[in-house]
């Protein structure tokens, strides 16, 4: 649930990021997109190796394995969001439509990669 929660708040930051970066500095959109999308995946990942996994401190290792998750479910949303809006969609909706696709993506990364367990080794 907690996961979750992060997610939806983020996304909310996200948004706001990119109404503050598109909407109100006029910045061209595939930078803000751009932009908004990697403030909003430094600062997430602080918060979900904290308070979502537990992790008294983040290290470089969770963090590199983050990015490069984030950076494929990222890719999906900026090329989803930057279609969207060249089709004509409102830039606000076409980026929350977008994160439709690359949540599925992220929540099976993170899990199964990022702050899996570890297994045991076989005994010999």
Known sequence: MRWLAVGVLFAGLGIGLLKLLA?????PYALATFCSGEISTLLRFLVVDRWVFGHRRPTGTRLWQYHVANAVGFGVWWSAANLLKSAGVHYLLASVLAMF???GFGFVSNFLWIWRKPTAEPIK
């Open 23 to 27: 909407g109100v500095l006029m910045w």
């Open 101 to 103: 696709f690359s949540v």
